[in-house]
C-alpha cells in the first residue's frame, strides 16, 4: 500500500474579523501588538525552524547561536525593515514538551499560515529536537 500525502490548502481568512483587520492592514506606529498575541489572549500555531540569516528586517543573524523568529507575514504585513514588529520578542511555548524560550523577531515568514512562526535552530531546540520538524505552540509578545 502506498500512501500519499495531500497538503493542506490554505484559505486566508476574512479581513472582516476584529483581531485581523487593524494587524494585518497597517501595524500602529508604536510597534503596539493591537491586542493580538499578548500573555492574557496568546496566539497558537505551528512552529517550524529555519536556518536564519539575513531576515526582513534588515538584520543578518546567526540561527544555530540566537533566538530568532520570523512571524507570518499576515502579522507582519507589506512593511520590513522599519516594520514596528522588528526587535520585539516574544515568548513561545511548545505544546508538546511544555518547555518555553523566548526569541527576537528579525523575520517576515512568507509560508506561515495564521499564526504559525518560523523558529531559528537555536529557538527550536530549547522546546524541541529538531527531528519533529513541526509542532505546535501558544506564543505571545513580551514587549
Known amino acids: 500500500e502506498t500512501l500519499v500525502y495531500v497538503a ?8 472582516t474579523t476584529a483581531a485581523a483587520a487593524p494587524v494585518s492592514s497597517s501595524p500602529s ?13 496568546p496566539c497558537q500555531g505551528d512552529i517550524t525552524y529555519y536556518e536564519a540569516g539575513l531576515g526582513a528586517c534588515g538584520v543578518t543573524n546567526n540561527g544555530t547561536l540566537e533566538n530568532v523568529v520570523a512571524l507570518p507575514h499576515v502579522l507582519m504585513g507589506s512593511l520590513s525593515n522599519d516594520n514596528p514588529y522588528c526587535g ?14 523566548t526569541a527576537t523577531v528579525v523575520d517576515k515568514c512568507m509560508g506561515c499560515e495564521d499564526y504559525a512562526i ?16 513541526r509542532t505546535t505552540a501558544t506564543w505571545w509578545f513580551n514587549n
Open 88 to 101: 520585539k520578542t516574544i515568548t513561545i511555548q511548545c505544546t508538546a514538551t511544555g518547555k518555553t524560550t
Open 29 to 41: 506606529s508604536s510597534g503596539s501588538s493591537s491586542g493580538v498575541c499578548t500573555s492574557g489572549n
Open 118 to 133: 518560523d523558529l531559528s535552530n537555536a529557538a527550536f531546540l530549547d522546546l524541541d529536537d529538531l527531528a519533529v520538524g
Open 8 to 15: 493542506p490548502v490554505y484559505t486566508p481568512a476574512a479581513e
